[in-house]
């Protein structure tokens, strides 16, 4: 159905073409046919006398909707929101009905700019404070980014509540939906921007249970921008003249790869789109401010015809977390069986690639073992702490300033790659007759991908920033670097590497979270989850649908060995203490130290079979004939290790032979009663039944994600894990608001194991004092004929508390429907508008209107994409007939 034309808003009203009513007014009724034998022509039966009739009721709004303080609709006196300090507080969950404007509307929207609170002025920022945690995800529904008259283009960004906060999650395309997923527990400003036009929008908070997780922002540099032009030779003019607010500078690397743009915004330009509230977020936080014009700058690159690609230059990290200085048993080798592999391969004639930090060159156990190809990407000079730029000495200063702080990531990646065996020295590596390619990208507070990018075309022989190419091209490229955040550079780096024969690893990242981490999750890479010391996933490590194989990260909290040192990966370090370099060795935890064991295991299998690709290692991951999986008589993928930790020796023998095979079974079928768990305040336990309707023999493990919730198995049968639990939940320590969880059940899909299945029962929990009242829009409620083709409007009346009343109505039957206007269009029940009708939206019915009636109640809900749907929405009703005076 169609939109409803809104015929009265106030005494006196003109509407464009619509007519004029006065505020309560009636219309006479057009003779429409009688129902049974009561007359609904406006007479009093059998007496030929108009007869008038008052209507009354109550709307009240469902669960969840709350209003945006300051909205275009007169009615709903505003409350400003723009501004960081006046941020509008809302609950961690919620659906926020809402309107933005990056121009004033002039009165075009309704005809009467007397009727519109943003006529005069935009209305460009919303802002909400909220606590919120970690993988919430918030959704902005722009519903006019389309609409003829003002398309809107609204962005979406996230913050810390905190003057010193530095990093930002935005969205900012120019469709329909906007989306970010909150990183990690706290409390946050939300900011709705009109980049352009006008809209409405609903923005809805969800648990983080309720949806899945989407990418998050990753930091990034302010004021740079990663630009890819399909004309290459476009000038440094052009993208400023795109850019024509702010003052810039282009480098114009050489090769036809991607530049490096940098935005220079002198001190007197506020924004680029200036205005009094944009000001107030760069008073209130420089830093953030900057990074949000960086991203709008982006975006406005991104609308040229001749772009490729713009993106941020996202700013990557080392992945481990150092331990306690030691020297000792490398008991990580022997977990993947390297000892037998050595026998057949050590890595001769191979180049492996490690893009990191660089290598400390004189680091006892990596002499003779790095090639002379070496080169420091790093564009920044101060972040690069070598006194210049990007350069041909890939040489590690320390990534930090301060003496004994330095990660010496790289040289310790190295070491795990390459290092030299037999010497008297160190340790070793897992192929030690193999060579490291260093390549430096990451320097003092990380790097950048467009560093990165720049390195992976080096390091395949492939055109590149610094002008020159490797004599020979690496083999392997390890990459124990990464964010949250997809670069399409990267990508395309990635993709051209592996057509040049490269094959790239990379780790899954260490913050224990499903979440995609890049570049690890790119097409083409081999992602590698950590393993500990019993084979088991490191308590970091990331896990889910982009991990491919698992190597051992360590875990140096722990001795399970009791060999009386830390469990962690013992490798090639530095020590700096003296404040000069020496040679070292350390034991270190993670992915990062994970994806260098798989990184040196294709090592050994290229040198065993010179011909081996990315295709040929793939397939024999997939069908873990490489991997723990291999002899277990299943390959079962899962979140976790993927197809397995790596084998070593495995791995050689089947470089030798490229052979594989697979097999399929019928799978089970999890089920659970109930499918959701609510927990009420005073509620602390309730259980549900885990069952199987599939063919095959289960085998449940069942997990949770909340460190405030206890799964009990209470009558289970210990053979397949199928039963009753009891889930617990433990409030202490925790803020008022809403909490969500996920309990995931897993089991081999089939008797073979050879996939696994799964299914989830949402979680909720309330705790503390949390608001729930429903904020209600400025409703306007109208008398509908029902069956007629015009003039089916008879009457309109406004309501700000939800009690509306007509009187003046002629006898008759009608349907009564409400809706919010708030951008003032004149027009009820579109997207983002509150709409209902009597008795449901779902089941509107005609009341007959004989008599006085009252208690005509009935609820309205938001139209939106996001949450539930009127089945009002887009009913076009004709406006009311001039009001015929009662007598």
């Keep these: 159905m169609m939109p409803l034309a809104l015929p009265l808003r106030?005494?006196?009203?003109?509407?464009?073409?619509?007519?004029?009513?006065?505020?309560?007014?009636?219309?006479?009724?057009?003779?429409?046919?009688?129902?049974?034998?009561?007359?609904?022509?406006?007479?009093?039966?059998?007496?030929?006398?108009?007869?008038?009739?008052?209507?009354?009721?109550?709307?009240?709004?469902?669960?969840?909707?709350?209003?945006?303080?300051?909205?275009?609709?007169?009615?709903?006196?505003?409350?400003?929101?723009?501004?960081?300090?006046?941020?509008?507080?809302?609950?961690?969950?919620?659906?926020?009905?809402?309107?933005?404007?990056?121009?004033?509307?002039?009165?075009?929207?309704?005809?009467?700019?007397?009727?519109?609170?943003?006529?005069?002025?935009?209305?460009?920022?919303?802002?909400?404070?909220?606590?919120?945690?970690?993988?919430?995800?918030?959704?902005?529904?722009?519903?006019?980014?389309?609409?003829?008259?003002?398309?809107?283009?609204?962005?979406?960004?996230?913050?810390?509540?905190?003057?010193?906060?530095?990093?930002?999650?935005?969205?900012?395309?120019?469709?329909?939906?906007?989306?970010?997923?909150?990183?990690?527990?706290?409390?946050?400003?939300?900011?709705?921007?009109?980049?352009?036009?006008?809209?409405?929008?609903?923005?809805?908070i969800a648990s983080a249970s309720a949806t899945a997780i989407t990418a998050r922002q990753s930091d990034f540099v302010a004021n740079q921008v990663v630009l890819q032009r399909s004309n290459t030779t476009a000038s440094a003019a052009r993208t400023a003249n795109t850019l024509s607010t702010a003052s810039l500078s282009v480098s114009a690397d050489a090769g036809n790869g991607p530049q490096l743009i940098r935005l220079n915004r002198s001190a007197t330009t506020k924004s680029v789109a200036s205005s009094a509230t944009t000001d107030a977020l760069q008073d209130f936080n420089p830093v953030i401010w900057e990074k949000i014009q960086t991203l709008r700058d982006i975006k406005t690159l991104r609308q040229q015809d001749d772009v490729i690609y713009a993106e941020p230059n996202y700013i990557r990290q080392p992945l481990a977390v150092p331990g306690d200085p030691y020297y000792h048993y490398q008991w990580h080798y022997p977990a993947i069986n390297l000892p037998t592999a050595w026998d057949l391969s050590q890595g001769d004639d191979v180049i492996v690639a490690v893009i990191d930090t660089g290598v400390f060159m004189a680091q006892e156990d990596l002499v003779g073992q790095l090639t002379e190809t070496g080169y420091d990407f790093i564009s920044n000079s101060s972040s690069a702490r070598d006194g210049n730029g990007r350069d041909s000495n890939p040489d590690d200063p320390g990534d930090s300033s301060i003496i004994g702080k330095s990660s010496w990531h790289g040289t310790h990646v190295s070491g795990t790659v390459a290092a030299a065996a037999n010497n008297g020295k160190g340790g070793t590596g897992v192929a030690w007759n193999a060579r490291v390619m260093p390549l430096r990208v990451l320097g003092r507070d990380g790097g950048t991908s467009y560093d990165i990018i720049q390195a992976i075309y080096y390091a395949a022989g492939l055109d590149n920033a610094s002008g020159t190419t490797p004599a020979t091209r690496a083999d392997i490229i390890n990459l124990s670097l990464g964010s949250e955040s997809r670069s399409s550079g990267e990508q395309a780096a990635v993709n051209a590497a592996t057509n040049a024969?490269?094959?790239?690893?990379?780790?899954?990242?260490?913050?224990?979270?499903?979440?995609?981490?890049?570049?690890?999750?790119?097409?083409?890479?081999?992602?590698?989850?950590?393993?500990?010391?019993?084979?088991?996933?490191?308590?970091?490590?990331?896990?889910?649908?982009?991990?491919?194989?698992?190597?051992?990260?360590?875990?140096?909290?722990?001795?399970?060995?009791?060999?009386?040192?830390?469990?962690?990966?013992?490798?090639?370090?530095?020590?700096?203490?003296?404040?000069?370099?020496?040679?070292?060795?350390?034991?270190?935890?993670?992915?990062?130290?994970?994806?260098?064991?798989?990184?040196?295991?294709?090592?050994?299998?290229?040198?065993?079979?010179?011909?081996?690709?990315?295709?040929?290692?793939?397939?024999?991951?997939?069908?873990?004939?490489?991997?723990?999986?291999?002899?277990?008589?299943?390959?079962?993928?899962?979140?976790?290790?993927?197809?397995?930790?790596?084998?070593?020796?495995?791995?050689?023998?089947?470089?030798?032979?490229?052979?594989?095979?697979?097999?399929?079974?019928?799978?089970?079928?999890?089920?659970?009663?109930?499918?959701?768990?609510?927990?009420?305040?005073?509620?602390?336990?309730?259980?549900?039944?885990?069952?199987?309707?599939?063919?095959?023999?289960?085998?449940?493990?069942?997990?949770?994600?909340?460190?405030?919730?206890?799964?009990?198995a209470d009558s289970v049968d210990p053979a397949t894990g199928l039963g009753t639990y009891t889930a617990t939940v433990k409030r202490e320590d925790l803020a008022d608001g809403y909490y969500?969880?996920?309990?995931?059940?897993?089991?081999?899909?089939?008797?073979?194991?050879?996939?696994?299945?799964?299914?989830?029962?949402?979680?909720?929990?309330?705790?503390?004092?949390?608001?729930?009242?429903?904020?209600?829009?400025?409703?306007?409620?109208?008398?509908?004929?029902?069956?007629?083709?015009?003039?089916?409007?008879?009457?309109?009346?406004?309501?700000?508390?939800?009690?509306?009343?007509?009187?003046?109505?002629?006898?008759?039957?009608?349907?009564?429907?409400?809706?919010?206007?708030?951008?003032?269009?004149?027009?009820?029940c579109t997207a983002a508008e509150t709409c209902g009708a009597y008795p449901t939206s779902a089941s509107m019915s005609a009341i007959s209107v004989n008599s006085d009636r009252t208690n005509i109640n009935f609820q309205v809900s938001l139209i939106s994409g996001i949450s539930t749907t009127s089945s009002l929405e887009r009913q076009i009703v004709e406006p009311a007939a001039e009001k015929t005076t009662a007598p």
């Design 501 to 712: 024969g490269v094959i790239v690893v990379a780790a899954a990242g260490n913050d224990n979270t499903s979440e995609a981490f890049y570049p690890a999750a790119y097409d083409n890479v081999i992602s590698v989850s950590a393993t500990d010391y019993n084979g088991d996933r490191s308590y970091y490590s990331n896990y889910g649908s982009t991990i491919d194989i698992a190597a051992p990260g360590g875990d140096t909290g722990v001795d399970a060995n009791n060999d009386n040192q830390p469990d962690g990966v013992l490798s090639t370090y530095v020590d700096d203490s003296s404040g000069v370099r020496a040679s070292y060795y350390n034991f270190l935890q993670g992915t990062s130290m994970a994806s260098p064991h798989v990184a040196g295991v294709i090592a050994l299998m290229k040198s065993a079979y010179p011909a081996l690709t990315y295709a040929d290692v793939s397939a024999l991951i997939s069908s873990c004939k490489i991997t723990s999986k291999a002899n277990s008589g299943s390959c079962e993928r899962d979140n976790l290790l993927g197809y397995g930790q790596i084998d070593a020796y495995l791995a050689v023998s089947e470089a030798l032979a490229l052979q594989s095979n697979g097999n399929y079974e019928y799978p089970v079928s999890l089920q659970s009663s109930p499918s959701a768990l609510i927990f009420n305040q005073g509620t602390d336990s309730l259980s549900f039944t885990v069952s199987n309707s599939g063919g095959s023999t289960a085998d449940v493990t069942v997990t949770d994600n909340a460190d405030w919730l206890t799964i009990v």
């Design 10 to 204: 106030i005494l006196p009203l003109a509407f464009m073409t619509l007519v004029g009513l006065s505020a309560c007014g009636g219309g006479k009724s057009g003779g429409l046919p009688a129902s049974g034998d009561q007359p609904d022509n406006g007479e009093e039966p059998g007496s030929g006398v108009t007869a008038y009739y008052s209507v009354s009721g109550q709307i009240s709004a469902s669960a969840g909707i709350t209003l945006d303080s300051d909205t275009n609709d007169e009615f709903d006196t505003p409350i400003s929101n723009n501004t960081p300090a006046a941020a509008q507080v809302i609950n961690n969950l919620a659906t926020i009905q809402g309107f933005a404007s990056a121009v004033p509307t002039n009165g075009r929207l309704s005809g009467n700019a007397s009727m519109e609170n943003f006529s005069d002025v935009a209305d460009q920022n919303d802002y909400f404070r909220v606590s919120l945690q970690q993988d919430q995800a918030i959704t902005l529904q722009v519903t006019d980014y389309n609409a003829a008259l003002f398309p809107g283009d609204l962005d979406l960004c996230l913050f810390q509540d905190d003057p010193s906060a530095t990093e930002v999650q935005c969205s900012a395309s120019d469709r329909q939906y906007e989306t970010v997923t909150v990183p990690s527990d706290g409390d946050y400003l939300i900011l709705v921007n009109a980049s352009a036009g006008v809209s409405k929008y609903v923005l809805n």
């Design 740 to 828: 969500g969880a996920t309990i995931t059940l897993s089991s081999p899909a089939d008797d073979a194991a050879t996939t696994t299945t799964s299914t989830s029962i949402a979680v909720t929990m309330v705790t503390g004092a949390v608001s729930a009242a429903n904020d209600i829009a400025q409703q306007y409620v109208i008398l509908v004929r029902p069956d007629c083709d015009s003039n089916c409007t008879v009457a309109t009346v406004y309501t700000t508390n939800g009690n509306y009343s007509f009187t003046g109505i002629p006898a008759g039957r009608y349907n009564v429907i409400a809706g919010s206007d708030v951008d003032v269009d004149n027009r009820l």
